[in-house]
């Protein structure tokens, strides 16, 4: 990856009833968790992500991987930044925290990738074409938004 910031695709935002520092605690157990599992795992090794191994110590921090992810910055109740490539894209992901008052917070998930040549083309059309990128954007942050309200009193 270079350090020229990569095209942007999509943010999302959710609002959660959770402190920052849980609202960051959820974000990275959430994520570590759901790309530690064998399909993401598989998945990765698919398309040749790197990286590929696991290396998810608590809490996550620079350097730190999961299946296809490598963590780029991590800084508690504030920020989640990570990066990764394979065959067909180069991308990253930052989760912002932004703090709402009391008890409340927003969460952002930012995606940038860049999808060189005519496979990445076409992997682009597959995963951002059809809309699969955006539901599993969506899934994360309920899964998330549900981590963080579970353990805040």
Do not use: K, N
Not at 1 to 13: G, I
Not at 96 to 119: M, V
Not at 124 to 139: C, D, E, K, Q, S
């Amino acid at each position: 990856m270079s350090d020229d910031p990569l095209p942007w695709l999509d943010e999302h935002t959710i609002t959660v009833a959770a402190g920052p520092e849980a609202l960051w605690q959820a974000a990275a157990q959430v994520f570590g968790r759901s790309f530690s599992r064998g399909s993401s795992a598989r998945y990765a090794r698919m398309v040749g992500a790197e990286p590929c191994a696991e290396a998810w110590p608590w809490p996550p921090a620079e350097g730190s991987t999961v299946p296809g992810f490598r963590v780029m910055s991590a800084v508690p109740g504030r920020d989640l930044a990570l990066a990764g490539r394979h065959r067909f894209s180069d991308y990253t992901l930052v989760f912002r925290i932004e703090p709402l008052g009391p008890g409340r917070s927003r969460l952002r998930a930012e995606s940038r990738a860049a999808f060189p040549g005519a496979a990445g083309r076409g992997y682009r059309m597959l995963v951002i074409g059809t809309g699969a990128h955006v539901l599993g954007m969506r899934r994360l942050l309920a899964a998330i938004r549900r981590q963080a309200e579970a353990t805040t009193p």
